[in-house]
């Protein structure tokens, strides 16, 4: 069974659409993560939540929400898509949001903006 | 603030040569280490890690030792395979759970 699972693992839309990349993790972790990747590899975190409470929220701009219903899933949905925000984006999940705990990914979704 | 440097890359390798890809970090205490490693296509995996200085993290024949003197962590493999090809990153992370990447070095290891 996979571990942690976004869907879908493909996006190709138009520049102002509206959509959302679903994440869900079966490790019974409290924490869970989005995080970008551009186009030269560099990874940064977006958000992070803990049983469903925001916790980190680096400077993305408003048009990005991240939706948690439950410990189990995050969401991501974005308005108002734009050219930059063609990158993979990778969902994560943590044991506890604590400095020493490895974090496991899933395998990311590839967003690109036409 | 809080960062890692990682050696740029691609680091070209024959299989079964030694592998060294170096890591610094600069932080305002003691951070926790980590290694993580990307194959084409997939997501990041934890390679291993280390939590306090002078501690040696290590996993599929890969190493990394924490050196609080110079700020490294920097990741050794004695034998390198085709397999190991993929784009590792260096990170840290210090009070609280968020992970700083450095910024990724590709390493091809051919036959």
């Known amino acids: 069974d996979t571990a942690v699972s976004q869907t879908p693992k493909y996006l190709v839309t138009q520049m102002g659409n509206d959509k959302s990349i679903k994440c869900e993790q079966n490790l019974g972790h409290d924490t869970m993560y989005w995080y970008k990747q551009d186009s030269k590899k560099f990874l940064k975190i977006m958000f992070s939540?803990?049983?469903?409470?925001?916790?980190i929220n680096e400077t993305v701009p408003n048009r990005f929400s991240p939706k948690s219903p439950d410990k189990a899933h995050l969401n991501l949905h974005i308005n108002s898509l734009e050219l930059g925000d063609s990158a993979v984006y990778f969902c994560?999940?943590?044991?506890?949001?604590?400095?020493?705990?490895?974090?496991?990914f899933g395998d990311g979704t590839r967003l690109s903006i036409l | 603030g809080n960062s890692v440097t990682q050696m740029e890359g691609p680091v070209t390798l024959s299989e079964e040569a030694f592998l060294t890809i170096n890591c610094t970090y600069t932080?305002?205490?003691?951070?926790?280490l980590f290694w993580y490693v990307q194959y084409p296509g997939e997501g990041l995996q934890l390679l291993l890690k280390a939590t306090k200085a002078d501690d040696k993290g290590s996993n599929k024949g890969f190493e990394a030792t924490y050196r609080k003197e110079t700020t490294s962590f920097h990741l050794e493999k004695g034998s390198v395979q085709v397999s190991d090809s993929a784009v590792y990153f260096c990170?840290?992370?210090?009070?609280?759970?968020?992970?700083?990447f450095g910024t990724g070095t590709r390493l091809q290891v051919f036959p």
């Open positions: 994560a999940s943590s044991q506890e949001a604590a400095v020493n705990q490895p974090q496991h």
């Open positions: 939540y803990n049983n469903k409470e925001l916790i």
């Open positions: 990170a840290l992370s210090y009070n609280t759970d968020k992970l700083i």
């Open positions: 932080a305002t205490g003691y951070p926790s």
